[in-house]
């Protein structure tokens, strides 16, 4: 029994709008070398003229096909097998990839290329609940019987039926008995393929002896293939590999592809990477030129450490530095790690979420850059099909993150939060986010009832924010004390990773969800959640903070004046409102705002500068303080009147509820 664990299936199913040179060979023809992998089964299939006169001609699907697998015979020794013209059709497909999973054996790797057309429809999963907008991706084949000039004249059953299904055949290729599976597709919308989620390991050994899923597609799921650039890029690197010697990882070459691509087409066109299954394994491409005492090398290292366990290797076993030291692998584990690092994570997720209006405070110019940098790594990694980093832009474009400006895009808000609702990993995150769309009304009508549906769904699938947000509804909404225990259950295990979390934990024990039925105020408990809370980024539990130092009333942390101030310092240089406004009124003496606590040395400019930034983030009590201040400035701040401007703020206010303002 081969001691290395189920070889690799790449499947790289290249989907291009271009043409083929057919030349067959058969799945069981002999390698015409040993390599790395026991055996490469590679499938290549190119339409250019289709049954239906609706379907534009193709003038280089074929040919590139035919290259491709040319180019892996001969210079990887992987054995292929092209279907093209009028043999690629529907049946004859599902046949091959019969014919895949009947006679692969775990211990070999298959590469499927297609090369057609590709398209997305889009339709309303009635026989989901709630019903959501879903997209799906369509491969045609030669006797695909539809029409891309008038794709809605057919119905989705039609397309099923004439088309193979993007998802389906992800799906239907993660169950080919084989280590590792890759697709590549140069076809319009063919980043259809990629909306799932998932990431290699950082270990160089996971790579070799792990398992993987993994898509390379030419485009993202709305972009047309663009001039046949995609696939000779792909030959041409692969060409590279072998004549440098150096083994090339699919990472490796997504990358190239992606800036070599995106270059000459300005842009307009963006290849994509995901990994759509289980492991932390990657594809590697060993070519002929690399020597076969290296090849054996690095195989008996990694068939010796497999043999006789089952886990994961360790950092500490440090294969990964003697794998790396040989000359076709150097470099491979370096770069490996170094992507991992770049990986979105979920504190990165909620940072974002509880990001405060940095806009309005003293750090707007560098919170600006900071945020641009992130959201554009954000864009990086979604391309790879990272679903944390789409839900993450998701948050950015809702909140206006990286602008100079508060500019909210609530149309680019849901359409990342249907990018991620399109990938299974990490399970719940999809739903979260299309839960803050129907909430928020990012991109769709308000909906509290689907949203709610929603958030329980995220729950129930482990996702941590869902959990939150359903929990969210019970404190907030719950009418019996059974709804905020459950609540109460819910939240405590979330509060260290999850500020919401524990800013509504604090609420509830402050008083102001469930004490109509029973249960008593608990003021230490609450500034506790409230302290996990700011020391997660959450400015508004840093106002919170200074109000109970500052106040030191019975059951709240003892009087600390100079930490009070520090607190509210720090949450309004952070751009909360609320301690922009209390610090205004601390430093301006402002007695009709609210109590001061911190006797502060009087500072009108201070003062001035703090209450407008709050009131032109139209907290309601700065704004009518400050139009007060616009009609007759009594505590010497050196404002001139201004009835103009008074009637502005004093209106904002009055819109935002302020009672005072309202009677005026």
Known sequence: MNSFPRLSLMIGLVLCCGQFVPTASAFDQPASRPHFYHNVRVLAVGVDDFESPSIERLSQAEADAQQVAAVLTDKFGFQSEVLIGPRATKAAF???LD?????????????LYIASHGHVIDYVATDETPPVRRRVGYLLLQDSDLSLTNPTAHTPAQWQEEAVSMRWLVDRLNQLPAQHVLVIADTCCSGFLTKRGGASSPELYNLLAGTSRTVLAATTQNESAIGGFFTPTLREQLNQCSRDAQVLTVTDLFQTLRRQVGQVTQGNQTPQMSHVGEGDGEFLFFPLTVTQTE????????????AGTDRPLRNSDRIDVTLSQLGALRGVADRVRERADRQTTLTQLIAATVAPSYWYGDRAVQETQRWQ??????????AWGDALAMAALHVCYAKGLGEAQARPDPAAAYHWAQATLNVAQPPGLGEWVMGRCYSRGLGVSINKQTAVQLFRLSHDKGFALGTH???YQLMVHGLTREDILAARTMLQPLADEVPQAAILLAQHFSGAYGQGLGFPTDFASAAHYYQKAYEAGDAFSGFTLYVAYATGEPGLPPRDLPKAEAFLREAASRGQQRAQAALASELGHLPYYQTNFLNLPKNPQSARRWLE?????????ACFALGRLLVKDEHGLGYQPDPTRARTFVDRAA???HSQAMAL
């Open 295 to 306: 090849v054996r090398a690095v195989r008996a290292q990694v068939d010796a450490i497999t």
């Open 94 to 96: 599902q046949a091959k």
């Open 373 to 382: 940098d992130l959201r554009s790594r954000f864009h990086e990694n979604a």
């Open 613 to 621: 930034l709050s009131a032109n983030q139209g907290y309601p009590d």
């Open 655 to 657: 819109d935002r509820g």
């Open 469 to 471: 947000a359903a929990a």
């Open 99 to 111: 014919e895949l999973q009947k006679e692969t054996s775990a211990d070999e790797a298959v590469i």
